[in-house]
């Protein structure tokens, strides 16, 4: 019986499904497939549930065999190879005097593609660029423009957290992140305290803000006027968790209102 499995081409290329056939595999096992002309290698996401809309006739390839030591071997040493692959596309960047950030660079496992991952804040002529890397490689080459959160994801490093960054780690594709999220937190719209090592918004933002708008709803926001069993005041401190808010009373008097439960809990 055929089965598909969703799996993360390279290292930095994105997710497709690809038919396993007969074969017996679990999550983040390496496996060897053919796609886009040729053999590359990729990680096992997951398997795809039985009874989904997959046409296997319209998949982009199928997956050869699960990985062995001599290709887990073999994947090494082309990552080696990616380092001095950078190296030399660098060299050419700054030889043609493009406005361009090489970040990244991936070798297919048959080595017949090169792809070379760049950061940049206009359109690039790469053109000149693609030939001569193609001469000294002797591979096809791509190049592909991605941006600040893309390179976190290919770098990784660790978060204020202090575990390693989620888009590196385990999340699949990136979330929509606004600031509005930060004020349904309460967070303190200040750049240094709201982003990630990428420079945009936490990504972890989008994890709890469904929390707090499930927490926040009934409750006053902070500057509103509130009548409270010690008499009128304004809100100068909320906490959201808790369902509770501060009141300023005046002439020094402060006091702390509850608010219950949130209406689903």
Do not use: W
């Amino acid at each position: 019986m055929e089965k598909v499995v969703q799996v993360q081409l390279g290292e930095f290329r994105g997710l497709g499904l690809y038919n396993l056939k007969d074969m017996e595999c679990k999550r983040d096992d390496c496996v060897i497939l053919s796609a886009d002309r040729g053999t590359e290698y990729g990680r096992v996401v997951c398997e795809v549930e039985s009874g989904a809309d997959v046409n296997i006739e319209n998949l982009p390839g199928k997956i050869i065999r699960i990985a062995n030591e001599e290709d887990l071997t073999r994947i090494a040493r082309n990552r080696e190879k990616a380092k001095q692959g950078i190296q030399t596309c660098v060299k050419k960047v700054e030889e043609q005097k493009l406005q361009m950030k090489v970040v990244h660079c991936e070798y297919s496992f048959d080595n017949s593609k090169v792809v070379f991952f760049f950061i940049s804040e206009e359109r690039v002529d790469f053109r000149n660029l693609v030939k001569e890397l193609a001469g000294i490689f002797h591979a096809r080459i791509e190049l592909k423009q991605i941006g600040v959160r893309d390179q976190a994801k290919a770098i990784g490093g660790l978060g204020c957290c202090g575990r390693s960054l989620c888009c590196h780690s385990y999340m699949r594709e990136f979330i929509p992140l606004t600031i509005k999220m930060a004020k349904e937190q309460d967070l303190p719209i200040n750049p240094t305290r709201i982003s990630g090592v990428c420079g945009r918004i936490k990504c972890c933002m989008a994890y709890e803000a469904p929390l707090y708008r499930q927490y926040a709803k009934g409750m006053p926001k902070r500057g509103a006027k509130i009548t409270t069993p010690q008499g009128k005041g304004e809100v100068f401190d909320v906490n959201y968790l808790e369902r509770s808010v501060k009141v300023n009373l005046g002439e020094g008097k402060t006091t702390k209102v509850m608010f219950g439960k949130g209406d689903d809990e």
